[in-house]
């Protein structure tokens, strides 16, 4: 087998699911249809925990840098507390074989009458990399970095933490 080959025999599958009671979250390889409205996102292969769903719904008022710092930084997993994930975690995890697990999750998600956006765009990330820079561009396989003053575009951020 070339390796042209071998790369085009990745074969996506569904990421671990995240359920988030309170400032907790819990991690399963399983939808659990009794905890639908636990249910929050999924776990990336890097750790990172992403929303399922775009825009501030319950767990902020608007996703602005500081609030989504906020909350990371409210949230437990494990005893453990969590942050916002930085930059280089994300650029250097964003690969076609996590895009294929994102999509292949999202679409598990929603036939299994799940909420889930197809499309992230904006990700807020730590200042651990870029201290006026700290926006995870997350859209359509692109990645990069923007000013963490810009507008606030809700419709098209999402939350996420790691530990």
């Given at each position: ?9 990745y ?17 399963s ?18 750790g ?28 437990f ?27 292949v ?8 009458g ?7 765009a ?42």
């Amino acid at each position: 087998m070339t390796a042209k080959n071998k790369k085009s025999a990745y074969k996506a599958k569904v990421l671990p699911l995240v359920y988030k009671k309170g400032n907790e979250f819990e991690i399963s390889t399983e939808l659990i249809p009794d905890r639908k409205d636990e249910f929050w996102g999924f776990q990336l292969k890097s750790g990172i925990l992403i929303k399922a769903t775009r825009g501030s719904g319950d767990d902020v008022e608007s996703i602005t840098w500081d609030n989504a710092k906020c909350f990371a930084e409210s949230m437990f997993l494990e005893g453990k507390q969590g942050r916002l994930p930085s930059w280089t975690l994300f650029s250097e995890s964003w690969g076609k074989e996590e895009q294929k697990d994102v999509k292949v999750t999202v679409d598990f998600l929603l036939k299994n009458g799940m909420k889930a956006d197809r499309e992230r765009a904006f990700i807020w990330c730590s200042e651990e990399d870029y201290s006026a820079a700290a926006y995870f561009l997350f859209h359509r396989g692109l990645h990069g970095f923007f000013a963490k003053n810009i507008a606030d575009v809700d419709d098209d951020d999402t939350l996420a933490v790691v530990f």
